[in-house]
């Protein structure tokens, strides 16, 4: 599906309203700064599968940040929060549902977060929609390399799609921006919640 000058053209041309900056880099992948996002940054690399091209998404959202001294003492009671998107058939119909990733996650904490996902018939009708080949979520520390006291408590999220020649692109790309905002706001604030109660 077109070229990677094509790629980038159409993709920054569907969601032109969404986009404060982005920038291209040397590998054909773009950032992208959103205007009014729940998330903080959006990385798009693309990959040619024979006719077609496949898209992976990932953006990122600071949750917290936190000095190294205190996270430590957290990352016990936090654990790790990694979960993927499956599809459940239920008769002839195909139901997306979050499960648990890792077996280093916290079962409290990543049940809380799973129950609240799972839940969410807004946010699940958006994913069957976009219809995302795979889509995964995790909870990680990031050191920012311009402050070596502090930690970033971070949801990275991860969608990789498969995209067709067709004339519902620009719909199907606003579709995935809205359902990757969708998502990000709900973990960032859920998660935002557990650490303050900790």
């Known amino acids: ?8 053209n159409i993709l920054i041309s569907s969601i032109k309203d969404k986009v404060e900056k982005w920038e291209k ?11 009014k996002a729940n998330f903080d940054e959006l990385c798009v690399s693309f990959r040619k599968i024979f006719m077609d091209t496949e898209y ?14 205190k996270y430590l003492i957290l990352s016990g009671k936090i654990g790790k929060s990694s979960l ?7 008769f002839f119909i195909r139901k997306p549902i979050f499960v648990k ?7 409290e904490n990543i049940n809380t977060i799973l129950n609240l996902l799972n839940s969410e018939k807004i946010l ?3 994913i069957k929609k976009c219809n995302p080949e795979n889509l995964t979520a995790n909870l990680i ?28 692109y ?6 995935i921006f809205d359902m990757l905002d969708h998502l990000s706001k709900i973990l960032s604030e859920n998660c935002a919640q557990l650490i303050k109660g900790l």
């Open 124 to 126: 699940l009708e958006k």
């Open 170 to 175: 620009s719909r199907e790309m606003r579709a």
């Open 1 to 8: 599906m077109f070229n990677a000058e094509e790629n980038i």
């Open 141 to 168: 520390p990031l050191s920012p390399s311009n402050d070596s006291r502090s930690i970033h408590l971070s949801w990275i999220i991860s969608m990789n799609r498969l995209f067709y020649r067709n004339l519902n």
């Open 56 to 69: 992976t998404f990932i953006i990122s959202k600071i949750v917290v940040k936190i000095p190294k001294t």
């Open 25 to 35: 880099f040397a590998d054909g992948s773009i950032v992208i700064k959103p205007k």
């Open 84 to 90: 993927e998107l499956k599809w459940k058939r239920e």
């Open 101 to 107: 990733s890792s077996d280093l996650s916290r079962p």
